[in-house]
């Protein structure tokens, strides 16, 4: 599982992203850096396998752009919201519970 790729999808970004949580609020918006990076990769990816405006589902394996690659639109900035709504929510708690 943590080979090539999948050591920085499952072991660095999310320590790096966990290490910026318990650093300070002020850093918050650094735990956006590991998913957009992994956004502009599935990107990548979708867009380099399309053809005649299909993905096949190998490649979108998400599925976020099988209705068309406009839904992108859609999808990136609310995966960016989530996460920084999980964010948010984590901080919170921990802040209430060390008060």
Known sequence: MLMNS???FYLIIPVLSTITFVLSYK?????????IIYQVYYLTNVLI????GKVSPIYDFYWF?????WTSAI???????ITYGLFLLL?????????
């Open 91 to 99: 901080w919170f708690g921990n802040s209430k519970f060390h008060r």
């Open 27 to 35: 850093y918050s918006f650094y735990g956006l850096v590991g998913t």
């Open 49 to 52: 396998h399309m053809e005649n």
């Open 6 to 8: 999948n050591l920085f």
């Open 75 to 81: 999808v990136v900035p609310m995966i960016l919201i």
């Open 65 to 69: 752009v099988q209705n068309g690659l």
